[in-house]
């Protein structure tokens, strides 16, 4: 083995940090023997020092970049985030050579271009498995295992927070905020949810997979994204009915067309998935993400998607394989950007639909609605209709729940649009579409 020990600074001591300090400093003896050399906390990065941080004082540090330009420092592991300092503090440790672990969602959905660059000019290593899905490998996979396959597709569910509130709606018939209470009385959301429930954590982690899994950069602005405020008890009950469960996914696709031309969708919103589906049962803060690819096939990746450690397994992954780089001479995977794919807007999309709305309940109704789903070209699957009662029970009106074949985003806006100007209809209650399904 080596004798030369391998410096590591920590910037964040977070529920994450600190689960990545304590690694590193109770199992010293198992990692050396799988790196090839000791690996040494040099210091952490924190915001403030203070006493009682369950570290040693001495190595608490708020200069981060001292800490990350210093001689005995060879890999940085960042875990402070948001996107700013954490960024000043990366490139700072790229440019000095030094090589780079980060868990960093955000930044990577916005900068990996930037970063990827700097990594490869100082021909030092830049890894995120920690990024996207937690303690789940999924970016190894597709970097390395796949590397002679073609993705087609990645889909999965990508956070948390938004699947424990939905699997709380499907099991208990719980309104959206009151799923939402609950989920922050258990600590599962963020005291400002906005980030997890409208859809822009699963957009960052997308725009990750999309990038590697198709080899074009791929940023969160790329992203089509929807939240999961709108989705209500109602809708459960009739994608009860209609066999499914709700859930927030993130999918990117490969698409071709009829001349051969391929494209990128990267895309999040919440959507109707049959029960059959691998990602319907996928329930509770747990996440899934499910890889098809042309020769390997479909598989699927489970397990805990968040929490200190967990997310900490991660990293340390990565660590290991950075130090043992660094012993031996060689380098991870670099950014893979030759494809140079352009993004599909999200008008050009083709999937199935529900549609749920309240219309009077007078002779015609269907027709009229059925005549505006045929004139935009989207064909209709199922309809189901039921009487509504007012409070005193008196009759108010029908509900139509209508299921569509495949039809392109534009076609189906164009549809619920017109569907909305009718007389016959008195609101659009929701719109979600359906995944899983061909038909």
Known sequence: MSEKPIGVAVLGLGNVGTEVVRIIEESAADLEARIGAPLQLRGIGVR??????????????????????RDDVDI???????????????????????????????LMAQS????A????????????????????????????????????????????TTNYILSAMNDTGASYESALADA????????????????YDAAAKAAILASIAFHTRVTADDVYREG??????????SAKALGCNIKLLAICERLVSGKGKHRVSARVYPALVPLDHPLASVNGAFNAVVVEA??????????????????????MGDVVMAARNRVQGGRGPRESKYAKLPIAS?????TRYYVNMNVKDQPGVLSAVAAEFSRHEVSIAEVRQEGMTDPEGEPCGARIVVVTHRATDAALSDTVKALAELDVVQDINSVLRMEGSDS
């Open 294 to 315: 042309e020769a390997a096939g479909r598989l699927m990746f489970y397990g805990q998607g968040a929490g200190g450690a967990p997310t900490a397994s991660a990293v």
């Open 112 to 115: 990996t271009g930037e970063l």
């Open 48 to 69: 403030r020092v203070a006493k009682d941080r369950g570290v040693a004082e001495e190595l608490l540090t708020d200069d981060i970049e001292k800490l990350v330009s």
């Open 76 to 106: 940085v592991v960042e875990l402070m985030g948001p996107v700013e300092p954490a960024r000043k503090a990366i490139m700072a440790a790229l440019e000095r050579g030094k090589s780079v672990v980060t868990a960093n969602k955000a």
């Open 184 to 199: 922050s009385a258990l600590g599962y959301a963020e005291a400002d949810p906005t980030a997890d429930v409208e859809g």
């Open 228 to 237: 999961i405020t709108k989705v209500s008890a109602e809708d459960f009950a």
């Open 117 to 160: 660059q700097a990594a490869e000019k100082a021909r030092v290593d830049l890894y995120f498995e920690a990024a996207v899905a937690g303690a789940i490998p999924v970016i190894r996979p597709l970097t390395q295992s796949l590397a002679g396959d073609s993705v087609v597709r990645v889909a999965g569910i990508v956070n948390g």
């Open 346 to 350: 999200i008008g050009a999309i083709p």
